[in-house]
């Protein structure tokens, strides 16, 4: 594909409901990545894939957090019960081969999330 | 724990102005020390990669440096399009970005 794409752009979740942000990488990307990006904040890391292997999930805030690969492309992480502190981007990033310093990790827009 | 600080954190420029944007970091072993853009409403925009003091990369007007504690990205004679958001981020392993907060930059014409 042309780059990272994610949907949905936004969300808007009532307190406690669950919700799924789906991550389309670029063709042919080893690696995944989740960040969460706060108003006026860079992003913090979430969580890592290399193909379906979640290498990494040391960043996710709570045990209602859950991200997958399971073939090894699209990505969807789920978020249940969420609240209001979850508001936030929602950030995906990709890269060609897994494990190298040297990558460059290419973003998508983000899925906007307000948790009321 | 890696931490990456911006300064200053918003920086308000007249056409044709050169200024400067700082990154410290404080990692364990940097691999590689990353620029990137971001607008409103979008996702990062990777700019450059440097990954040892002294390297220097530029595209357009922009120039990135970097010494063993920071990296300075120059903006020189700069355009009110190249106002934006620029973040900085080390990786101190294969694969984790620690992200600044950021410097926003609005250029008037």
């Known amino acids: 594909g042309a780059g990272v794409s994610q949907s949905p752009r936004y969300k808007v979740a009532k307190r406690g409901q669950d919700v799924a942000l789906r991550c389309d990488p670029i063709?042919?990307?080893?690696?995944l990545f989740w960040y969460q990006q706060a108003l006026g904040q860079g992003p913090e890391f979430l969580t890592y894939?290399?193909?379906?292997?979640?290498?990494?999930k040391s960043g996710l805030p709570s045990d209602r957090f859950f991200a997958e690969r399971p073939e090894g492309s699209v990505s969807t992480l789920k978020i249940q019960r969420t609240q209001q502190e979850d508001s936030a981007v929602y950030l995906c990033?990709?890269?060609?081969?897994?494990?190298?310093?040297?990558?460059?990790?290419?973003f998508g827009p983000g899925t906007r999330l307000l948790v009321l | 724990e890696d931490q990456v600080t911006q300064s200053p954190e918003a920086l308000r420029l007249q056409e044709g102005e050169s200024s400067s944007l700082n990154c410290s970091y404080t990692?364990?072993?940097?691999?590689?020390l990353f620029w990137y853009r971001q607008d409103p409403g979008k996702g990062p925009e990777f700019l450059f990669t440097?990954?040892?003091a002294g390297e220097e990369k530029e595209k357009e007007r922009l120039k990135a440096t970097l010494t063993k504690k920071e990296s300075f990205l120059h903006i020189t004679a700069p355009k009110p399009e190249d106002s934006a958001t620029y973040l900085c981020?080390?990786?101190?392993?294969?694969?984790?970005?620690?992200f600044g907060a950021g410097t926003t930059v609005t250029v008037r014409a």
């Open positions: 440097l990954y040892s």
């Open positions: 981020a080390a990786r101190s392993n294969d694969y984790k970005l620690s």
């Open positions: 990692v364990s072993g940097l691999r590689g």
């Open positions: 894939f290399q193909n379906e292997a979640q290498l990494d």
């Open positions: 063709s042919g990307h080893v690696s």
């Open positions: 990033a990709s890269s060609f081969l897994g494990g190298r310093a040297r990558e460059t990790q290419y």
